[in-house]
């Protein structure tokens, strides 16, 4: 049997060592890359990787905000939101497709602009309408009807938001009653909104607006995605007709045509209760009339 001299079994040992490491060292990043956490995530979601990871940023339209994409629960539900009237209900999960939506409610400047490009009719200009007065022009244009809301809407390019569309704007994907969060409008004394608060008229001006407050007057009442006066200042026209409660199989991109009863308005206002400025607060109003509480803003589809 011959014999490995000495040396030569230490030269052996030392190079299968340093093959060890070497093995070790210079695995291929392909299957390091193979059990990476980020592909798992992908997988959950069900969007092939590369339209998940590869887009480019999206151009958001000049005084706009970006709502991607993606699941939200819609309604109240007892347990996570307290006391439920029978129009928010059932609270269920709700797919939206991407969509922009104004970063604020439509202004008086902005809508006269429509009337004197001849695409809209006049809003009506009396009492607490906003249409035709003085300094005006940041004020959210009210004293219009749902129709003259579709009729700015088309002339900017724009349509109106449906409900599920506006109320995942408000709430985002973490179901929070207010679209700045769980604090009360008043929390700290921090005013996030213009709402009013029954009968006393000292309560409405707390805060600093006894009616109707230039729009994005409350910057501290941003939602998740940043539009400004969701909850309060004027309530605001969406597309869908209202009906009291909710189509739990209608899940995918939900949208109620006309109704008997009329069309839906969210947001409550500067007359309402804190409790109509929840982001599931609901609604309605008949579409021909007009009101000096309820005005709109609109919306696009997004590319993705
Ligand atoms: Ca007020
Ligand atoms: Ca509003």
Redesign the pocket.
């Known amino acids: 049997m011959p014999t490995i001299p000495r040396s030569a079994g230490l030269w052996l040992a030392a190079a299968l060592i340093a093959g060890v490491v070497s093995c070790k060292a210079e695995r291929p990043a392909a299957e390091r890359a193979s059990t990476a956490p980020e592909r798992i995530v992908r997988e959950n979601l069900q969007i092939p990787p590369d339209e998940d990871v590869r887009q480019p940023a999206i151009e958001v339209p000049e005084g706009m905000v970006h709502v991607p994409r993606g699941g939200f629960r819609m309604g109240c539900d007892e347990a996570a939101d307290g006391p439920c009237s029978a129009a928010e209900r059932p609270s269920r999960q709700v797919w939206v497709s991407g969509f922009f939506l104004d970063a604020t409610?439509v202004t008086v400047g902005a809508f006269t602009a429509c009337v004197k490009a001849g695409s809209c009719s006049q809003a009506v200009a009396a009492g607490e309408c906003n249409f035709g007065e003085k300094e005006r022009d940041s004020f959210p244009i009210n004293c219009v009807t749902w129709d003259q809301a579709i009729q700015f809407c088309a002339w900017a390019g724009k349509r109106l938001p449906t409900e599920a569309e506006w109320e995942k704007a408000a709430r985002g994907t973490d179901g929070r009653p207010y679209p700045w969060g769980r604090d009360a409008p008043d929390a700290g004394g921090t005013f996030r909104a213009n709402w009013g608060e029954g009968l006393a008229r000292n309560l409405w001006v707390r805060d600093q607006w006894e009616y109707d407050a230039p729009v994005g007057f409350y910057p501290n009442g941003a939602g998740p995605f940043g539009a400004l006066?969701?909850?309060?200042?004027?309530?605001?026209w969406v597309a869908d007709g209202y009906r009291e409660g909710y189509d739990p199989e209608d899940t995918m991109d939900p949208v109620v045509g006309p109704t008997a009863a009329g069309r839906a308005v969210r947001?409550g206002?500067f007359r309402e209760y804190a409790r109509r400025l929840k982001t599931f607060a609901r609604d309605w109003h008949e579409p021909t009339f007009w009101y000096s509480h309820v005005?709109f803003r609109c919306a696009r589809d997004a590319p993705r």
């Open positions: 409610e006066d969701q909850a309060g200042n004027v309530s605001e947001g206002s005005g």
